[in-house]
């Protein structure tokens, strides 16, 4: 089956603590991306990533890194810095160049 | 600043009617226009996409595009309580693939 990946579904952590979520895709896809939602909101990029070994900054990257070693892999990094880190974090992947994106089943990540 | 509008609602429609959402976009340059649909707790799936003026059905979906006046529509024909879910409207830009997402609107389809 293809398809993205998040895990873990749902994440708990202690304020202060760095926390990397996953994110991985068997569709062949270049381009993947991070959002965040927070409740009754929309869709917010984090970090995207065309290609191997590049990504850009989002809308809303300050407290947040991410890497790009492998096609099928995207993990985003929650550091200590990001102010409010409580939400829904979605990934998508698109094939490059089209806006078509496929999300991934997301990670709710409360941090207390 | 690209934006993307929608009535948060919530839409309430009994079972069998029209439900219509709306959606307006701020950069004529967009060229592309998507709807997501997201149950609660759950991520958005594509269900349609549109990149002509004019109207795209798909089932008991049609999304109408109108460039000129900046303006993408999502018509659901004979609603049914299963289209009860948040609809996302996204817009396309030229840089990267991005897109920008509306805040959704909220429909409730009340048998």
């Known amino acids: 089956d293809g398809g993205i990946t998040q895990s873990p579904k749902y994440l708990f952590r202690k304020e202060g603590q760095n926390v990397t979520l996953s994110c991985e895709q068997n569709?062949?896809?270049?381009?993947m991306y991070w959002y965040r939602q927070d409740p009754g909101q929309g869709l917010r990029l984090i970090y995207y990533s065309q290609i191997v070994n590049d990504f850009q900054k989002g809308d809303i990257a300050e407290g947040y890194s991410v890497s790009r070693e492998k096609k099928e892999s995207f993990p985003l990094t929650v550091t200590s810095a990001q102010k409010n880190p409580t939400a829904f974090y979605l990934c998508?992947?698109?094939?490059?160049?089209?806006?078509?994106?496929?999300f991934g089943p997301g990670t709710r990540l409360t941090v207390t | 600043q690209k934006e993307v509008e929608q009535n948060s609602g919530p839409l309430s429609v009994p079972e069998g009617a029209i439900a219509s959402l709306n959606c307006t976009y701020s950069?004529?340059?967009?060229?592309?226009f998507f709807w997501y649909r997201q149950y609660s707790g759950k991520s958005p799936e594509l269900i349609m996409s549109?990149?002509?003026?004019g109207d795209k059905e798909d089932g008991r979906f049609t999304a109408q595009l109108n460039k000129a006046s900046q303006y993408v529509s999502l018509l659901i024909r004979d609603s049914q309580p299963s289209d009860s879910a948040t609809y996302l409207c996204?817009?396309?830009?030229?840089?990267?693939?991005?897109?920008?997402f509306g805040q959704g609107t909220e429909l409730s389809v009340k048998p």
């Open positions: 996204a817009v396309g830009y030229n840089q990267g693939g991005k897109l920008i």
């Open positions: 549109i990149y002509s003026n």
């Open positions: 998508a992947s698109s094939i490059k160049g089209d806006h078509e994106q496929y």
């Open positions: 950069d004529r340059g967009s060229q592309s």
């Open positions: 569709l062949n896809h270049d381009a």
